[in-house]
């Protein structure tokens, strides 16, 4: 398996931010996606992407073979959401190893949760995806979605080796079709792609990121 660069990485943060100003725009308006709700908020802020990534995942699921369906989970996350999850998550692991230094958890919480000053989902930038049948059912990907690295035992990284046959065909062919749009992965987590952020930049090698954070869906960034 190849290096995991993880979110706290410093070269993550050391990213340009170059904001374009693209708006944040609705998933689920005239659109083919399939939108699960298990993520929904009050303020809908959930079913929403920049406009580039979207354009992206369009142009994935048409290259699905017939009959599979992009099955979007989550996308934008106000940032102050991403904080609470965040900080959640790292007092969990505060709690389970009192012997971890600060650095340490923060980078053992970036696996699963972004650290919020770097959060893609903050950004409108990255989608939690799966795939589905034509009757919105959701394929086996090897475990359920959002599965943290604990309680998976480590096979939410996409590249886990203790996942069955069919699982990693299914992570195979979602892979190949978000990659070919533009995408990029977040290796511990299977469903976790990104477009035009921090992560992405610093993966494709791009000069900048194309879109910093956005403190809610009614008001982009610019």
Aim: hydrophobic share 40%.
């Amino acid at each position: 398996m190849s290096e995991i660069v993880l979110m706290s990485d410093p070269r993550v943060a050391a990213i340009p931010v170059r904001e374009c100003g693209e708006l944040l725009v609705d998933v689920r308006r005239g659109g083919p996606l399939l939108v699960d709700t298990r993520k929904q908020d009050p303020a809908d802020a959930f079913a929403h992407l920049r406009e580039g990534v979207l354009e992206r995942l369009l142009k994935a699921q048409a290259t699905l073979p017939r009959g599979l369906r992009l099955l979007f989970v989550e996308g934008y996350r106000p940032p102050s959401l991403q904080r609470t999850y965040f900080e959640e998550y790292a007092g969990r692991l505060r709690a389970d190893h009192a012997d971890w230094s600060e650095e340490r958890i923060r980078s053992a919480a970036s696996r699963y949760v972004s650290p919020p000053e770097i959060a893609p989902h903050s950004a409108g930038a990255a989608v939690d995806l799966t795939l589905a049948d034509a009757d919105g059912r959701e394929l086996d990907l090897g475990t359920r979605m959002n599965a943290d690295p604990e309680e998976s035992e480590g096979a939410c990284y996409t590249d886990a080796a203790d996942i069955g046959a069919e699982a990693r065909a299914n992570r195979k062919l979602l892979g190949s079709a978000l990659t070919a749009a533009g995408l990029v992965n977040y290796p511990t987590e299977w469903w976790h792609w990104s477009f035009g952020d921090r992560y992405w930049a610093l993966m494709t090698g791009a000069a900048a990121a194309r879109y910093g954070p956005v403190e809610s869906p009614a008001a982009p960034h610019d």
